[in-house]
């Protein structure tokens, strides 16, 4: 039997709430499968952590994750700390360590999640966001001028090279080749006249090598147009860090809501662990009240057990989620429920305990 070492890292807000649920799954389908086990450990990193110390994990944190196969996120930032700093000191410091450049976000509408599109469906509504993560827009480049005088100055620079643009651009060919989808790339290439009209000239190239592979190309804001009004268009994107960032979100509230919205940070040669999150954020304000819904945790986890090589059981994960939204009896107050954050995960393991 194959064990799985994950490094744990709650985090902030409803981090702690909704992870708990997720390893809670997580154990179980392992219990269930008997192919895999997992070994967790936990990191006390985060904001609280930053109010004691100073920084937002420990001096040698990257150090000790090398030693883990995935790394399994909650949340990062609460008040009291700026946002810039919870997010560079602890998820982009993670991302960029371990070359996580893969993003991965699935806008894919299940059977019984609510939808504000009139006639939005699951067939609609079923796309895969493949975003650069390691440099564009989130580079960190840049500088400050003249600080706090008349003449101030900031410089706010995007980074594209060629190996992280073509590489992002190849892995979601890759991707939709082994789907038989087709790949729609996401720029701004007449405002933007170096960095998109370069990643412009990327996918050109790239999709050369893949015939067979139908391929598209919007400028964003085109695109968040018809995301709404035409979903059905977008199968596999691949897009820009900030681009991406902005677009997916977009996506999870014609998906159901940031309550169901799940992320990958894929290193995909595994020379370091990849990290899985739910990524609707710490929302401080229902935090410690049982309200928070822990299924894009549970997503995030089946994204995990995909990774790992076990598909089929990822699937029936994700079955299992959309199982108990078409039952309509133990939701969250987000979906219109009332069951609290630990009765919607024992609901999902009960499921499984059905499925597998």
């Known amino acids: 039997m194959e064990t799985l070492k994950i490094a744990v890292i709650p985090g902030d807000g409803i981090g702690p709430e909704v992870i708990a649920e997720g390893v809670k799954i997580l154990k179980r389908t392992a219990e269930l499968d008997g192919r895999f086990q997992f070994d967790f450990t936990y990191f006390p990193w985060g904001c609280e952590y930053y109010l004691q110390h100073g920084r937002m994990m420990d001096e040698d944190g990257i150090d000790q994750l090398k030693a883990f196969d995935a790394i399994y ?40 999640a609510p939808c504000p599109l009139l006639n939005g469906s699951k067939e609609k509504i079923n796309m895969l966001f493949i975003r650069e993560n390691s440099e564009g827009e989130y580079s960190g480049a840049g500088d400050w001028l003249f600080k706090g005088k008349p003449e101030e100055v900031v410089l706010q620079t995007g980074v594209f090279s060629r190996k992280g643009t073509e590489r992002i651009i190849r892995y979601a060919f890759d991707t939709a080749k082994k789907s038989g989808k087709s790949v729609t790339s996401i720029s701004k290439a007449n405002a933007l006249n170096y960095s998109m009209v370069f990643w412009d000239e990327v996918f050109e190239e790239v999709s050369r090598d893949y015939p067979d592979v139908p391929t598209y190309s919007y400028l964003v804001d085109a695109a968040a147009m018809h995301m709404i009004n035409d979903p059905q268009r977008f199968e596999v994107v691949v897009t820009s860090n900030l681009f991406g960032d902005i677009l997916t979100d977009l996506g999870a509230a014609l998906a159901g809501g940031m309550g169901l919205a799940a992320g990958a940070n894929i290193n995909p040669e595994r020379e370091y662990p990849s ?14 009240k049982g309200m928070a819904n822990p299924l894009a945790a549970v997503w995030s986890a089946s994204q995990m057990v995909d990774f790992f090589g076990y598909e089929d059981t990822g699937k029936t994960l ?39």
């Open 73 to 112: 996120l909650g949340a990062v930032g609460y008040p009291g700390v700026p946002d810039h700093i919870s997010l560079w000191d602890l998820l982009l410091r993670i991302r960029k360590s371990f070359d996580q450049y893969v993003n991965i976000r699935p806008i894919q509408l299940l059977n019984g």
């Open 275 to 288: 990290m899985f999150e739910p990524v609707h954020g710490s929302a401080p304000d229902i935090a410690g």
């Open 318 to 356: 994700l079955d299992a989620i959309e199982t108990l939204l078409e039952e309509n009896r133990v939701l969250t107050p987000d979906l219109g429920g009332t069951a609290s954050t630990s009765e919607v995960g024992d609901r999902v393991s009960d499921i499984l305990q059905e499925m597998i």
